[in-house]
């Protein structure tokens, strides 16, 4: 008794990055998720996906038209992958406040997972030589202060910080739509705040140990309601060259997390979609190799959205009817955002 008296209180002085992986989901919140969240049909239905937008003055001239577009289509909801400012720009409480009131503007429902440029990278003094962490801090209150999504019609979500271990991640969050199950993870660009200083760090190890809980949770729902797939909605780009990696390649900051993604995809055995943003290029693959096998791994799907000058957004159709193809893509453009070209 003495001895494991001893161990528990080392391990209490043992910084909670260095204290191993995230505990597993806590059983009575597990249980709360599946009463919420259970597959309601096999109708298909379409959503956006969109992010990196309102980029600097010209961005934001363009963005109305955005919205436009998206009204018109008929979409049940809207994804945004984050970075709803330029990395050169202001983080201001006036950016932030600008912002909830351009995403309400939505008709319909708009989910939004942060970018690096909202916090990460606001100690940058063109971004006005914010401490990072309050601007953190001041994003979870403005953004996230219900259970409530953005946009005119409101999407009620679960969030993480229902689980009382994770009472700050109100980011992450969770919700249903047909037979497929949707989740935000905050995972962010510049290396998903690794290795920038001691305290940046605490907040990565902290974070990431709260995602590892939160992936573990989305698909112990997906699996036990038996949902025919997954789709994860994240900022960062986590080092995809173009060609297809294993996890060991991708940037250090991500390496742990789609460790662990990897596993949960491979027992799930379903279509999984990510959907990111960050390098503001149009992409559709299959960018994963096993870890063991060296193969691509099918199941995983994922779509980069276009951002910064390329102010359009990508259509996303889920149809039950094709289980092993859950997901196709259109691009839509905005025409009146297509620059104009030159001869050659």
Known sequence: MRTLLF?????SLV?????????????????????????????????????????????????PALVEGVNRSG???????????????????????DRVQSFNSFLM?????????????????????????????????VFYPTN????????????????????????NSMWAQGNVLFAALHIVGSNNNLDR????????????????????????????????GVVLLLQANPGFPGSRVRVSQLESGFREIFFHLEDEAVVFNRPVLLI????HEFHIDKPLLGTRSGRVIDTIMRLEVPGSADVHWVRVRVNPAKPASLFSFEHEDIVAHRPAQQRP
Not at 23 to 29: H, I, L, Q, Y
Not at 31 to 57: I, N, V
Not at 113 to 133: A, F, K
Request: hydrophobic residues 30%; glycine residues 8%.
């Open 75 to 97: 979409v049940s909801f809207v994804v945004h992958t984050g970075d709803v400012k330029s990395g050169s720009t202001l983080c201001s409480d006036a950016m932030f406040a």
């Open 7 to 11: 161990l528990t209180f080392a391990a």
């Open 109 to 141: 429902p708009m989910i939004l997972t942060p970018g690096d440029n909202e916090w990460t990278d606001c100690h940058r003094d063109n971004n006005g030589s914010y401490n990072s962490l309050e601007r953190l801090a001041y994003l979870r209150r």
């Open 197 to 228: 200083n001691a305290e940046n760090d605490r907040e990565y190890a902290e974070r990431n140990r709260a995602n590892f809980n939160w992936l573990k949770t989305v698909f112990s729902v997906a699996r036990d309601a038996e949902f025919a």
């Open 276 to 279: 990111h943003g960050d390098s």
């Open 148 to 171: 409530q999504s953005f946009g005119q019609r409101k999407l009620t979500l679960s969030r993480q910080s229902e689980d009382p271990r994770y009472p700050n991640y109100v980011e």
């Open 15 to 63: 910084p909670l990055h260095a204290q191993g992986p995230a505990a597993g989901p806590d059983p009575r919140f597990l249980q709360q998720l599946l009463e919420r969240h259970r597959p309601s049909g096999t109708d298909p239905f379409e959503f956006a996906a969109l992010g990196d937008q309102q980029y600097g003055a010209d961005g934001e001239r363009r963005w």
